[in-house]
């Protein structure tokens, strides 16, 4: 299993740190009013995105979602560029046109948010293909949930990804729920990566998503296996998503808030890479 | 990319010998999944590659409309411009063949109110041939609506390298006693309608859109306020077709130049028929081309 350097690891630490910092200060400045639209926080999920992204150059491709921000500041994304986006000013990414949901950077090679659950799966494909075509070693990520999974564009880009040998990874970020349903209820497949990587024969790998050394571990193979024209891999990152749905949503009406509480004690991602650079790495807690 | 353009040839012969000619990197066929084919399409053009994409026909479009409306369409404005979309879709549309209701539409009107879009509706051989070298060079996304009928229609193209721009509709025959404005295989019916009134001696200039979005409102209009009759013809159903949007144009900006209400002329609301009859009777002909500008202008 590929272990990151001690300064990969303090990297993917300070990132998660910067994802989790601004989606607090996003949540707390949209709760009070000055924030227009919605907001979907990223809050718990944060190895999946830094691990998948540690192993991309600047001109690499990624698609995100709704539940973006991470994504965006995993792959370089400037965060004050990504605030004033938000507050829909001038200064934004899209000059305040896109929003939360439609944040690009071409200059990072992010394809953009994207407020149309699954929509972003076949635009990574077709970055992939354009990077096959054109003879590069570029690769191209894409994000998405497992609501996202039962999209028929998935399953039409995860067909054709194979088919034609696409450089793709496809991220699957398993927070349990697509919205407020939970994953029992909207397919019966649990391990997703175990079931609709061979419906397509492709490799699948499933993962602790709340754990980034295994993301980073997981994501290596995935995107060199891209990268050398070995084709496209499916992987799932299971994980959770320690706020609701959106602002507004409190997250328990369809969770209980014991399991949210219990995730929030385990599975910080923040907390766990910590625990082993104090343990393992030899820093010093502060 | 498309389905069956390679070996195949093309569901209509469109891309026959391409493959040969270009070879497999270039003509590539995929599996029936119109979402990514448009998807995969929008997403190479983000990554720098100029694509051609094929829907068999604009019925199976909305397997990709998605795509289409809030994707290719709204990334460049949504991203400032940081990307841009230069993606032709290329699709067939129209009925009169009896393929029956899910497979006679032509919802080119649908795809023309969306910002973002071009929409391209070529009547001839050589307006085909102009208007898509103009929808190569563009950088937007432009849905190429080729008419099933009309890829047996012969004409004449010049040797000589032309372009014809969007926005820029060509009038097919000069009058002064009429304009009826028409685009894609209407334009036909509109040239037999104009064959009819001459000879009861009225004189019809039809004019061709060729484009949808953006369409050539100065050319309708300079018309109307020379013949101040009008009649607009298009086979897309009437309700909610664009030549709503052409008739509050022209009574919007030349209402004084009018001698009744501009009159349209469309598919009925009806779900094409498969019986030849029935559905030769819901799609515009030039006979009630001509009663629709005898009820509207007495002629």
Redesign the interface.
């Given at each position: 299993m590929s272990k990151p350097s001690k300064d990969q690891m303090l990297y993917m630490y300070r990132k998660m740190v910067e994802i989790r910092q601004f989606e607090e200060a996003a949540g707390t400045l949209y709760q009070s009013g000055q924030l227009p639209g919605f907001l979907h926080l990223y809050i718990g999920e944060e190895a999946t995105a830094v691990g998948v992204c540690a192993h991309l150059h600047n001109d690499d491709?990624i698609?995100s979602t709704h539940r973006g921000h991470g994504h965006l500041i995993a792959k370089g994304g400037r965060r004050d560029r990504m605030m004033a986006e938000l507050f829909a000013r001038t200064t934004g990414?899209?000059?305040g046109?896109?929003g939360s949901m439609?944040i690009?950077?071409?200059e990072t090679g992010i394809?953009?948010a994207n407020?149309?659950v699954g929509?972003g799966?076949?635009?990574?494909?077709?970055?992939?293909?354009?990077?096959k075509?054109?003879g590069t070693q570029?690769v191209?990520v894409s994000f998405f949930g497992d609501g996202a999974t039962n999209q028929?564009?998935f399953h039409?880009?995860l067909?054709?990804a194979a088919?034609?040998e696409l450089p793709v990874v496809f991220v699957c970020e398993n927070n349990r729920f697509g919205m407020g349903t939970p994953q029992r209820e909207h397919q019966r497949v649990v391990d997703i990566a175990a079931v609709r990587a061979p419906a397509y024969d492709m490799p699948g790998i499933t993962v602790d998503g709340n754990d980034v050394l295994k993301v980073y571990a997981a994501a290596d193979e995935a995107v060199t296996r891209a990268r050398e024209g070995g084709g496209p891999t499916l992987l799932n990152c299971d994980t959770y998503r320690f706020r609701g749905h959106h602002i507004g949503d409190p997250g328990t009406s369809y969770r209980d808030r014991e399991e949210v509480q219990e995730q929030e004690r385990q599975r910080d991602p923040i907390r766990r890479l910590t625990q082993v650079l104090i343990e393992e790495v030899g820093y010093n807690a502060r | 990319m498309g389905e069956d353009i390679g070996a195949y040839g093309g569901a209509y012969a469109v891309t026959r010998g391409f493959l040969d000619e270009f070879g497999p990197?270039r003509i590539?066929d995929?599996?029936i999944?119109?979402?990514?084919i448009?998807?995969?399409?929008?997403?190479?053009?983000?990554?720098?590659?100029r694509?051609i994409v094929e829907l068999m026909t604009i019925n199976f479009s909305l397997?990709a409309i998605?795509?289409i409306v809030?994707?290719a369409a709204k990334?460049r404005?949504?991203?400032?411009g940081?990307?841009s979309v230069p993606l032709v879709i290329r699709t067939v549309t129209g009925g009169g063949g009896q393929l029956a209701a899910t497979h006679s539409q032509s919802f080119e009107n649908w795809y023309a109110s969306v910002p973002g879009l071009k929409v391209a509706v070529p009547a001839t051989p050589y307006d085909a041939l102009g208007l898509f070298r103009a929808a190569m060079k563009d950088d937007n996304p432009i849905l190429f609506a080729e008419h099933s009928l009309l890829y047996g229609m012969r004409g004449e193209v010049p040797d000589e390298w032309y372009e014809i721009p969007f926005g820029q509709a060509d009038i097919k025959r000069k009058g002064n006693d009429v304009t009826i404005v028409a685009y894609s295989r209407m334009t036909h019916v509109a040239l037999q309608a104009a064959a009819m009134l001459e000879e009861k001696g009225r004189q019809a200039e039809v004019i061709d859109l060729r484009t949808l979005r953006p369409w050539d409102k100065e050319t309708v209009l300079e018309s109307v306020r020379k013949t101040n009759r009008v009649v607009v013809v298009e086979e897309t159903w009437k309700t909610g077709g664009f030549s709503g949007e052409i008739a509050s144009t022209i009574q919007e900006e030349a209402f004084d130049d009018l001698d009744g209400p501009v009159a349209r002329v469309g598919g009925l609301d009806v779900p094409a028929p498969y019986n030849g009859t029935l559905e030769a009777a819901a799609i515009p002909n030039s006979e009630r081309i001509i009663k629709a500008l005898s009820d509207n202008y007495g002629i």
């Open positions: 491709y698609t990414y899209c000059k046109k896109g439609h690009a950077d071409k394809l953009g407020g149309v929509a799966i076949p635009l990574a494909a077709g970055a992939g293909l354009s990077a075509l054109r570029q191209a028929g564009v039409e880009t067909n054709l088919v034609w | 990197e590539m995929t599996p999944s119109e979402s990514v448009v998807g995969a399409g929008v997403g190479s053009a983000l990554a720098g590659l694509p397997v998605d795509q809030n994707h990334l404005y949504m991203s400032d940081q990307f």
